[in-house]
């Protein structure tokens, strides 16, 4: 690799969520600043709420017959 071409790299950059560190990641940024992450995202909690609007779900399943 040529010299002075290449960001400088930070081994244990700390990632923060709200605040609080959340995990140590290889980065070319000291510390990383995120809103969201899977541990605390609906999706990946399985708090996650599926809406029904209209009874789609139903006539979904009515006309597949499931």
Do not use: A
């Amino acid at each position: 690799m040529k010299k002075h071409l290449h960001p400088k790299w930070y081994e244990n950059c700390i990632v923060y969520c709200n605040g609080k560190p959340i995990m140590k990641i290889g980065s070319t940024k000291p510390e990383l600043h995120v809103e969201v992450w899977s541990g605390i995202h609906p999706f990946y909690t399985g708090s996650q709420k599926q809406l029904d609007t209209e009874g789609r779900i139903e006539k979904f399943m009515r006309k597949y017959g499931m």
